[in-house]
């Protein structure tokens, strides 16, 4: 296995009160209302679709796609309190949402189940990065797409400044954010470093956008036939 599929200095799970104080922090009105457009804006035109996503942590995104009424909607998260915690807020919202504890190189699921697949804000923290680009290519259908938004390796801190400002926390909780996602970057990919990695795992092949702190890499699973068009076009 390539060297890219194994990174040091491994974060712990996020569990306990650690878990509970970043699902606090992320379900903010403003965050909320954010999440809200990103559930519409990826699901875009799809009239019905089976969605995961990977690691959605206290499940506001996987919420905001169930209440859109066209999904069948699935998250897999690696931390105990995190599924607890996206399983109480789904009840809450009074969705429906399919909440398990897994791990993304390792997913309980069989192959083609997906048509689409989202990660937010947690591939860096990956520990084998190939291994579950590998997975999320399995278990997506033919024609599926898997969108991976996360935090970039050149984001200043200017960027990360204005970008939590924006998601108008209070002193305290603005100040531990910034200080969180300074630190982060360290973890975080470059858009170079995310196109060798996707060469290294079986989707071969992605289109990677940039804006403000954050990077989004779409990754389609081809078939044979529709991978020779690809190749031609």
């Not at 965050?31 to 809200?36: H, K």
């Not at 799809?46 to 009424?69: C, F, H, K, Q, W």
């Not at 390792?106 to 189940?113: E, K, L, Q, T, W």
């Not at 403000?212 to 036939?225: A, D, N």
Request: charged share 25%; proline share 3%.
């Amino acid at each position: 296995m390539s060297s890219l599929n194994r990174r040091r200095h491994l974060l712990p799970e996020m569990e306990g009160t650690t878990a509970r104080w970043y699902a606090r922090q992320r379900g903010t009105p403003s965050q909320i209302a954010t999440v809200r457009r990103q559930a519409a804006e990826l699901t875009g035109a799809m009239t019905s679709a089976d969605v995961l996503e990977v690691a959605p942590g206290p499940g506001y995104l996987a919420i905001e796609i169930a209440r859109l009424g066209r999904f069948r909607v699935t998250g897999l998260d690696i931390s105990r309190t995190m599924v607890e915690i996206s399983q109480e807020n789904a009840a809450t919202a009074g969705v429906t949402v399919d909440f398990r504890h897994g791990d993304a190189t390792a997913m309980p699921f069989a192959d083609g189940s997906f048509d689409l697949i989202v990660c937010q804000a947690a591939f860096k923290n990956f520990g084998q990065p190939v291994s579950a680009l590998n997975e999320m290519h399995r278990v997506l259908r033919l024609g599926g797409l898997a969108v991976i938004q996360d935090l970039r390796k050149e984001a200043s801190s200017a960027d990360i400044d204005h970008e939590v400002d924006n998601q108008r926390l209070g002193a305290v909780s603005s100040f531990i954010t910034k200080r969180v996602l300074a630190g982060l970057r360290a973890r975080a990919y470059s858009t170079v470093q995310f196109e060798r990695l996707v060469t290294q795992s079986h989707f071969r092949t992605c289109e990677i956008k940039t804006d403000g702190i954050g990077l989004e890499v779409r990754l389609k699973k081809f078939g044979s036939t529709a991978s020779g068009l690809a190749a031609k076009n």
